[in-house]
């Protein structure tokens, strides 16, 4: 079966190249074809064809946490600010200009004048007003993986349990807070904007921020996709996208269909008009189908190049573009469910998945393994960490043993029929970690599911799951596109699994796990949802970029000893082009500018 499948890609790639009047070897310095006389007549063909691994439902970036998704509707809507592809700080985009307080409390932004939407509309500041409104109403209700983007910016922001007497052993005893606890568990910190005024001036819309603490990502925070602006028409009262969807940037959505979404040229578009004037999306779920339709000039690109094709894409000719691993893979758990009461059982997971097996078996080279929940590009890694992710099964089964877990069943939601950065095979991935939970001692019921039947996400769309194999990819160059995604599904778990006794700001003062029997670890954790997000505010507020690093490193340990969450790995993927892409730039976040993509004619 192996040797059928090779000798079927060698030929196509063969074919391709002597299609193409060109060998192998020369393929790459010799020039181009020259067109027929019928081909000169007719004008070039620049509609870019780019093979998409998923498919898209809905295109509003801030009712899908797809990465499909995202990467259409940058195309279409634009941000207040846009990020450099390289090192993600903000830039021109919307705002032409922008300035800060010395207190680091106000930020005023300037829109650039006379910006249209597609449909000739202008971009007024009861626009920006509609935005802003939009953003605040889906901070609104409970924190979710999809809410946590806006929550982050608008919703009030958890104090962490007070620091309470005594010893943790006598804190741990009791799993109900004193009254006083209690009160002092429903502060709640202001909004990161806890206000916003838009004028109307000579040199353009002015939109001014005001912050109830300084923060390093708050800029950044701006350029992620969920952020992009739409007209005021399209915008309901609880926030929600009503109709096509609209912006001010290079392409306008021509017709959407269940396979194939096309955009044009925005004719309004302000800025440099792009070589490409169309670009379709083709879902392609099957990587076998992405390989075969770029060899066959079918699409000029696709991403999520399997790991069995880099070779055989190399010796055809076909660049493979690597980025930078800015994506993570892991599963999530329901604190809520009863087999994750007991802080045994979680370290029980955490200790019984072979990571390495999976990135060995399923991801590209560079791929590597996660010992947190923040890529190592941010330097911010806590060297207590991995203890609490290592792979250990007879360790597991003591820890499992050790809890008060009754062999509950445990729902494992898995998708199916997609690849992604971060999951590039989910099927194969789930199968080896389930394997794992299995031989450590629990329980596993497989429930796979595809994105049509998940509306926004599994903790969501199934409230009762126990497990979720997930992942996604960093929509902006800071942990905070990162921490508060990854711990959203632990703001509803209930507050006994904590100890009452929170740790101080300094989370070093708690130890790794120690090699001691498992019966004497502790059933509760000196950590809490409340506890992390209080730390990550102190974090982003930090004046220098070294503080900021110490400070996340203490966020991390604090996420770890929660185990709300497994990390597993911050993947490398890979894009490959056709002979017709002349130029095309990656991006580490996967929202690659098709604007900039030139073909040959």
């Not at 950065?421 to 796979?448: M, Q, R, S, T, W």
């Not at 711990?487 to 006994?496: G, V």
Request: aromatic share 8%.
């Amino acid at each position: 079966m192996t040797r059928s499948l090779l000798s079927r890609r060698q030929a196509l790639s063969w074919a391709s190249a002597l299609a193409a009047g060109l060998s192998l070897a020369a393929c790459s310095s010799s020039p181009s074809p020259q067109p027929s006389a019928a081909a000169s007549s007719s004008s070039p063909d620049y509609t870019f064809r780019f093979g998409q691994a998923g498919q898209v439902g809905n295109l509003d970036p801030a009712a899908s946490l797809r990465m499909e998704t995202h990467r259409i509707s940058v195309q279409i809507l634009e941000n207040l600010l846009g990020a450099d592809p390289d090192t993600g700080e903000p830039t021109q985009e919307l705002a032409s200009s922008w300035e800060k307080s010395e207190d680091g409390l106000t930020y005023r932004l300037t829109l650039a004048r006379d910006i249209l939407f597609s449909d000739g509309s202008p971009l007024e500041a009861q626009t920006l007003e509609s935005n802003l409104g939009r953003w605040k109403a889906l901070a609104s209700g409970p924190v979710t993986p999809l809410s946590a983007p806006f929550a982050f910016l608008f919703a009030d922001s958890p104090q962490p349990l007070a620091q309470a007497s005594g010893s943790q052993e006598e804190a741990s005893a009791s799993s109900s807070p004193s009254p006083a606890e209690s009160s002092q568990a429903q502060e709640q910190q202001a909004p990161l904007v806890s206000s916003w005024q838009v004028e109307t001036q000579e040199e353009g819309i002015q939109l001014t921020f005001h912050l109830s603490r300084p923060s390093a990502s708050f800029l950044k925070a701006l350029t992620q996709p969920a952020l992009g602006i739409l007209p005021q028409k399209l915008i309901s009262s609880q926030g929600q996208l009503t109709g096509q969807i609209l912006g001010t940037g290079p392409f306008q959505l021509e017709s959407q269909e269940e396979q194939v979404i096309r955009l044009v040229a925005n004719p309004h578009y302000r800025g440099q008009a792009p070589q490409v004037t169309a670009l379709e999306f083709v879902t392609l779920p099957d990587t076998e189908k992405r390989y075969y339709q770029l060899l066959e000039n079918q699409i000029d690109a696709y991403d999520q190049v399997a790991l069995k094709d880099y070779v055989p894409l190399a010796r055809a000719g076909y660049a493979v573009q690597s980025r930078d691993p800015y994506s993570l893979a892991y599963v999530g758990m329901n604190l809520a469910h009863p087999a994750f009461a007991d802080a045994r059982a979680r370290s029980a997971l955490n200790h019984a998945v072979n990571r390495s097996a999976l990135i060995s078996a399923y991801y590209p080279q560079g791929s590597s393994q996660a010992n947190d929940f923040l890529p190592a590009l941010f330097q911010i890694r806590h060297e207590d960490t991995p203890g609490y992710y290592s792979y250990n099964r007879e360790r597991a089964q003591e820890l499992l043993a050790a809890s008060s877990y009754q062999q509950e069943p445990i729902d494992f939601y898995y998708p199916t029929n997609l690849s992604s950065p971060a999951l590039p095979n989910p099927e194969g991935i789930y199968a080896l970690i389930a394997a794992d939970l299995v031989a450590a001692g629990f329980v596993i019921v497989p429930k796979p599911y595809t994105r049509q039947q998940v509306t926004s996400s599994v903790p969501q769309t199934y409230p009762n799951y126990g497990l979720e194999l997930t992942g996604f990819v960093g929509t902006f160059r800071d942990p905070a596109a990162f921490l508060p995604q990854v711990l959203a599904a632990a703001a509803s778990a209930p507050e006994s699994i904590s100890q009452q006794a929170q740790p101080s700001a300094d989370a070093s003062t708690n130890p790794t796990p120690s090699p001691t029997s498992p019966s004497q670890e502790a059933s509760q954790v000196p950590s809490s949802y409340r506890a992390i997000m209080a730390a990550i505010n102190r974090a982003d507020a930090q004046p220098s970029l070294e503080e900021q690093r110490q400070a996340y490193r203490e966020v991390n340990l604090l996420a770890a000893q929660l185990r709300s969450a497994l990390p597993l790995v911050y993947p490398v993927s890979g894009v490959t082009q056709g002979k017709r892409v002349a130029r095309y730039t990656v991006n580490a976040t996967c929202l690659d500018e098709f604007s900039q993509v030139t073909l040959r004619s």
